[in-house]
C-alpha cells in the first residue's frame, strides 16, 4: 500500500502528537458555544501555519464536532505546480500525519480518474500545504472517515461546471466537502497594494465584497469580482467548484473573519482567513448554474 506523509509537521504544526492535540484543543477551547448549525455539509477553512490561522480555523473545525460522515473531500489550490484545466489527487492509499495515517477512498478515487482532467502529478503533492493542513483538524475531531483530497489547477468555468457535477454524481449526505483557501494576501511581498491607508478596515471592506458573492452562491459574480479587484484570493478554484455544487437550499454562514494582522500586529504584510459552514443536503445545482 502507498503512504504519502506529510510534509508539514514540524514546520507548520507540532510533528508530536500529544503537543499537537493540545494546541488544536486550545483552539477549540476558545471559540464561543453557540448551537451547531443542523446539516453541516461542507466548510470553507484558511491553511496557514496554525499560530497565525488555527484559531479562525477552530470555528469551522467546531461545527463538525460529534457529527459522523462517511467521506471527506477536500478541495485545495496549487500553491507552486502551473495546473491549467486540472485537478490532481495522490496515487497513493493513505497520507501520515502525527495523528497516524489517513485512508484515502480509493473507490471514488478511482472513479474520478476515468476523467482527464483528473491527474496525479507527484510533485503537487510533495509539499502543497493547502490540503494537508486541513488533516489533523480533521483527524482531530471525526472518526473512521475516507478522504478524497484533491489539489485545484487554474479552471475555465465551464471546467469549474464540469468537476461540480462529477463530484455530486459520486456523493451523498454522508459527504463533507472542505474548501481550503486563504483570503487576501496583501503587502508588497504578495505584488498587491490596492491601498496603503486604513489597512484593517479596507482590507475587510475587500474581503466580505468577496465573501458577499460566497453567500449568494454565486460563483461568476465572485470570480469576476476577483478579476475587477485583483484580490488575491488563492483558494478561488476550490470555492468556485463548492459554489457550483450548491443548490437553491444551500445557506452559507460566516463563523470567523480575521487576519494574521490581528496576530501580529503587522498590517503592512499580512493575510486574511475566513471561516464558514454551508448547511443543507447535496442535490441539483442551481439553476444558474
Known sequence: MK???SSLSGQWYSDDARELSE???SYISNVPQKKQLDNVMAVLLPHAGYQYSGQVAAYGINQLVGRKYKRVIVLGPTHRVHMIDAVSIPDCDYIETPF???ALDTELIEKLRK???VQSIEQVHKHEHSVQIELPMLQYV????QLVPIVVGQLDEDLIRKLARILLENIDDETLVVVSSDFTHYG???GYLPFLNDIEHNLKALDMGAFRYIENGDFTGFLEYIDTTGATICGRYPIAIL???LSEDSEIHLLKYQTSGHVT???SHCVSYVAAAVTGKWGRQRETV
Not at 142 to 145: A, E, I, Y
Open 265 to 267: 500586529g503587522d498590517w
Open 23 to 25: 494546541e488544536l484543543e
Open 3 to 5: 503512504n504519502l506523509k
Open 115 to 117: 476523467y482527464p482532467e
Open 100 to 102: 497516524g495515517r489517513q
Open 142 to 145: 471525526l472518526d473512521d472517515f
Open 188 to 190: 508588497r511581498s504578495f
Open 243 to 245: 459554489l457550483a455544487m
